[in-house]
């Protein structure tokens, strides 16, 4: 073996440079391997923040508005950082770890507000409405009416039924994903996903824009 | 196209501004720097020591747990148990209120925080069908909601308080029912037959709820049932009718931003905020959190005060990444919560005389913010 007549100095920096070459020299560094080095080094834990801020914020921003976005999203990070020696990437990966950071984030957001508003009844019922999709759209204006109303009937589901609906079809997620992050049976994510498109249904406007075929084509 | 491709065509990409994107990565990097910090220090546990996670030294299974989120606690057992009996029967009936909820947490019930709807604070105004500010000198009814609104309300009082606000709801509806919206208003007395704070005894609600919607059974959802009935007025409107709703909601609420009714409800918004932060500095409610800590140290579990319990379990539950991490912190929780029954039934006990005593401050409180136009916005 070559290895074993170099010196020690120079075995060291071999393999140095074959950790380098494999890590940091080009090869990318997959998501659970970082949240494994920073358990010993945390500071590696900025590059999750780094690859997953925007699409955390994003999600945050769909289902409950800009303002709790800002507000949220660096709450979503402080708790994985903090919850990271639990994460199990042979259930789930990072990212969609973090989507149910971010759903648990937000549900313990307004339940707090929740709280004050039940023991009050409707002393000051209204309804929130800074969630409203529409309001993520930069060129509002100019929506046309189909979007209008694709957007207004999403953002009429409940806040429960549009995160479902919007974690599948505009964060990708699978049934087995949303089952993990939902923390529901994969059963109840199929029955929910059906109850929430036949809202939807109800809700849209019986153009003929579209045909329901969503049940057959739903990913595994 | 299917119902899924059509939502998907109307996907909306916003981006967070720069400076959202900064904010968020030093708030990460200085909790960061915090645990880079405690690690290269000598492991200190300290009463005071930041932040909140519980643990059960003697339990193994906390090998898992993070340094920084230790906190010391003790789990006696039968000992503790019968000197908590002991001070029950002792305290047992110094307070018919059945809620465990903290008067000091009061960082959810009055104030608004975002962009949701203010909870409590509008309910603090006088009837819009009057044009006299707050009844000052209904000391009871004033006293009812004060007692109400800071948590440490008895059943009876809860009902006379909601029965002010059904008054005022029921002029809302007929507001809104002429604007062509639905709107309807409960029966008090079946409101707080609703809640369980109110409905259950103290003890009963500890050992079912723990310490209540903000800690571990909110994660649960073990209050989802509670959902105001009414909430299905709201259920099948479009976005564009919930907006309109909306405004017709602050159309026949304050219809005249000037107008007295609307000034009383801003005024008694901001004294009853300043009056929150009042109540906890007075001498006689910094003995009371000393013999309520304790009290529960008695017991086996080490409080400095209501709130600091309260927040330890909050955090922990928002923590919690799976259920049955959830189910195992509720189940420490209501073992907390059982044991904090008699305590916090003596500390309500002289919050409520402190706040009976400090009845002219709020009077004052409420006077100078009507002098000074207090406005919504500079509430909370």
């Known amino acids: 073996m070559i290895g074993s007549v170099l010196p020690s100095s120079i075995r060291r920096s071999r ?73 199990d990437p042979t259930r789930a990966a990072f990212r969609s770890w973090l989507y149910g950071i971010a759903t648990n984030v937000l549900r313990t957001r307004l339940r707090s507000e929740r709280r004050g508003r039940l023991a009050f009844a409707r002393a000051a019922r209204q309804v929130d409405v800074s969630d409203d999709p529409i309001t993520l759209f930069d060129d509002a204006e100019e929506l046309s009416t189909t979007s209008r109303a694709v957007i207004g009937a999403i953002g009429a589901l409940t806040r429960a039924d549009r995160e479902l609906i919007l974690l599948f079809v505009w964060e990708g997620l699978s049934y087995a994903e949303l089952a993990e992050v939902l923390e529901v049976p994969i059963g109840t994510v199929r029955s929910r996903l059906s109850r929430v498109r036949g809202r939807l249904r109800e809700l849209l406007p019986s153009s003929g824009q579209y045909v329901d075929t969503s049940e057959r084509e739903a990913r595994p | 196209m299917n119902i899924d491709e059509v939502v998907a065509a109307h996907r909306p990409t916003p981006l967070p501004q720069d400076d959202v994107v900064g904010r968020h990565r030093s708030t990460l990097d200085r909790r960061i720097a915090a645990e880079s910090t405690a690690e290269s220090q000598p492991v200190r546990r300290s009463r005071n020591a930041p932040p909140a996670q519980i643990i059960h030294l003697d339990d193994p299974r906390n090998g898992d747990r993070s340094g920084h989120q230790r906190r010391s606690r003790r789990r006696l057992t039968t000992v503790a148990a019968a000197g908590v009996l002991v001070l029950a029967a002792t305290v047992g009936t110094l307070s018919l ?17 975002s962009t949701m709807a203010a909870p409590a604070a509008t309910a603090m105004a006088v009837p819009t069908t009057s044009a006299a500010p707050v009844a000052l000198g209904a000391d009871a009814l004033l006293l009812a909601r004060l007692y109400t609104l800071l948590e440490v309300g008895t059943r009876t009082e809860a009902i006379a308080f909601f ?56 994660h649960l959802r073990l209050f989802d049932d509670l959902r105001d009935p009414a ?123 402190v706040v009976l005593d400090r009845l002219g401050d709020f009077t004052r409180l409420y006077d100078t913010a009507l002098a000074s136009g207090a406005t919504v916005d500079a509430v909370g």
């Open chain 1, 15 to 87: 393999r140095e440079l074959s950790r380098l070459s494999g890590k940091h020299c080009g090869m990318p560094i997959d998501d659970a391997e970082v949240v494994q080095a920073s358990l010993t080094d945390p500071a590696r834990f900025g590059e999750l923040f780094d690859r997953h801020h925007l699409v955390v914020w994003t999600y945050l921003a769909r289902v409950a508005g800009r303002d709790l976005a800002d507000e949220l999203a660096a709450d979503v990070f402080v708790v994985a950082f903090e919850r990271r020696a639990s994460f």
């Open chain 2, 97 to 113: 209120r059945s809620e465990v909820d903290p008067p000091a947490a009061v960082d959810t019930a009055g104030a608004p925080t």
């Open chain 2, 231 to 353: 909430e299905d007025d709201l259920l099948n409107l479009t976005s564009a009718q919930r907006q309109a709703y909306n405004t017709a909601v602050g159309e026949c609420r304050r219809s005249d931003p000037n107008s007295e009714a609307v000034r009383a409800s801003n005024a008694s918004e901001l004294a009853l905020e300043q009056f929150r932060e009042l109540v906890p500095t007075d001498d006689r409610i910094v003995a009371a959190t000393a013999t309520w800590s304790a009290c529960l140290a008695a017991a086996g579990f080490e409080y400095d005060s209501l709130q600091e319990m309260r927040n330890s379990f909050g955090t922990a539950a928002a923590y919690s990444t799976s259920r049955a991490q959830l189910e195992e912190l509720f189940a420490d929780e209501v073992v907390t919560a059982i044991a904090n029954v008699p305590c916090q039934q003596v500390f309500d006990a002289a919050y409520r005389d």
């Open chain 2, 163 to 218: 029965e002010e606000i059904a008054a005022e709801e029921a002029n809302v509806a007929d507001c809104m029912l002429a604007a062509g919206f639905q709107y309807t208003v409960m029966d008090p007395t079946e409101d707080v037959t609703r809640l369980p704070w109110y409905s259950m005894p103290a003890d009963e609600f500890a050992a079912r709820y723990g310490l209540g919607n903000s800690g571990a059974a909110g």
